[in-house]
């Protein structure tokens, strides 16, 4: 890209300073693409709710109905609401029984109840306070050995698998990069991983920027030294 010369003499560096501005706001508009997206799935869904429901309705509710399809964000400010207070109703001792109930049911239906039993174990693998899914950041030699990348234990082998696996392993996800949604499921000895100290968040965004952004190194105490 050409630089341009002021008449003093000073030389604009054109290439440098919009690569710089690129920079600086291509992160907030990356996000504010994304949030942007999710609000439009959100009110999507809330669009074809109020349409079935308007379908059912009277004319003078289907015209009420109507006027709420035009409100922006609307649809994410009322499944936020509704997240909200089932989660407030299922913390109850009441709440438990009708959650206990509701997933009896769904897994006695035929073909639903693989589905539903299979997103249901991941999703309580994954977001359970007790878990231990993505809660370590780990260092493994994939996809051959000398060659090292960042994964997330997600657990140990269990049942039938650990039967016919030696020794003491770990089960690992190794995701892409820069779309970390994807990636590949291995089953590794524990003496061939290194836990590392770095948050998972600092994990990821060292994934997902290609090892561009460099995790902060971990402080040392300031007594820290060698033993006398």
């Not at 539903?116 to 051959?144: E, I, W």
């Not at 997330?152 to 949604?181: C, M, R, W």
């Amino acid at each position: 890209m050409p630089r341009f010369t002021s008449p003093k003499g000073y030389t604009v560096p054109f290439k440098k300073y919009l690569l710089t501005g690129l920079m600086v706001w291509l992160p907030l508009a990356i996000t504010i693409w994304v949030l942007l997206w999710m609000m439009n799935v959100l009110d999507g869904l809330f669009g074809q709710l109020l349409t079935g429901l308007s379908a059912v309705s009277s004319d003078q509710s289907a015209a009420s109905l109507e006027k709420l399809r035009h409100i922006p964000g609307l649809g994410v400010v009322l499944v936020l609401g509704f997240m909200l207070l089932t989660g407030a109703l299922v913390s109850n001792v009441a709440g438990r029984w009708w959650l206990k109930q509701w997933n009896r049911m769904f897994t006695h239906i035929p073909v639903v109840k693989s589905i539903y039993n299979s997103v249901k174990k991941v999703s309580d693998t994954l977001f359970s306070s007790n878990g231990n899914a993505f809660r370590t950041a780990l260092l493994v030699q994939f996809p051959r050995q000398g060659s090292w990348t960042i994964a997330f234990q997600t657990g140990v082998p269990d049942g039938e698998v650990a039967k016919h696996l030696p020794g003491e392993l770990i089960s690992v996800y190794v995701p892409t990069t820069p779309n970390p949604t994807g990636g590949y499921f291995l089953m590794l000895p524990r003496s061939e991983v290194i836990e590392l100290e770095m948050s998972v968040d600092e994990a990821l965004t060292y994934v997902i920027s290609m090892g561009a952004v460099s995790p902060t190194a971990p402080t040392l105490p300031s007594n820290h030294g060698p033993a006398t």
